[in-house]
């Protein structure tokens, strides 16, 4: 049981475009929520965080918002880079588990072409 | 800043053989987690230390997955025996003092292959 879902395994943008990332989690006991950016033979490195108090938060061309209602966050990304080329993971902390037990969805390859 | 250290970076076994993995977190990271992440999935928390205390295992396989934190700063995670299941990375993370918002810090992970 998948608590926290990417359903799209991949997306091709161009440089200079928004990318959008989307993520939907199914804990509403969730009260953080992270974005974490993957380079091949690398680990995962942390890009940006909400917490559920907040619908938005912004770092520099990254900016992820959040919508409880519909138990959906997303990133994005303006203007995307040919660096921004890797896999994004969404996770989530807080639903009942130990604190920083992170919950992972599956990932979404970005490929920004240049 | 010396980020999260993992050796070895890559392992190939026989099933049934064992295997162990070692990390070194961040100095003055008193939280360490082990994440398995099977190909096409997000990583998985198997367990988690405070200092030299385990916080939470409860998605450690007990039956074959071990997992220790001596002095409270290295640690290692062993398999024994292995199954062609166990075929992963396993990632070392690390933080700050135990807070659900501060970020984790990972390794670069070790990939384990078993036949």
């Known amino acids: 049981d998948q608590q926290v879902k990417q359903n799209s395994p991949s997306l091709s943008v161009q440089e200079g475009r928004i990318s959008i990332l989307n993520c939907d989690y199914t804990?509403?006991?969730?009260?953080?929520f992270l974005w974490y950016k993957k380079y091949p033979a690398e680990g995962p490195t942390f890009l940006i965080s909400?917490?559920?108090?907040?619908d938005k938060n912004e770092d520099g061309r990254f900016t992820v918002f959040l919508n409880k209602s519909a138990k959906h966050l997303s990133l994005h990304i303006v203007p995307s880079q040919p660096g921004d080329s890797a896999v994004y993971f969404c996770a989530a902390s807080g639903g009942g588990g130990s604190q920083g037990n992170l919950i992972f969805g599956k990932g979404t390859k970005l490929s920004v072409k240049p | 800043e010396a980020g999260v250290a993992q050796s070895p970076r890559y392992k190939i076994i026989e099933k049934r053989q064992s295997v162990a993995f070692w990390c070194n977190p961040i100095?003055?990271?008193?939280?360490l987690y082990w994440y398995q992440q099977i190909l096409g999935q997000g990583p998985k928390l198997l367990i988690q230390f405070q200092n030299n205390g385990v916080v939470d295992d409860s998605q450690l396989p007990k039956d074959r997955f071990s997992a220790e934190r001596l002095k409270g700063v290295d640690s290692t995670l062993k398999i024994q025996p292995a199954k062609l299941e166990d075929s992963a990375v396993y990632l070392c993370?690390?933080?700050?003092?135990?807070?659900?918002?501060?970020?984790?810090?990972f390794g670069p992970g070790t990939r384990l292959t078993v036949l």
């Open positions: 909400i917490s559920s108090i907040k």
């Open positions: 993370a690390s933080s700050l003092p135990l807070e659900a918002t501060d970020t984790q810090y």
């Open positions: 100095s003055g990271h008193a939280t």
């Open positions: 804990n509403s006991m969730f009260d953080y």
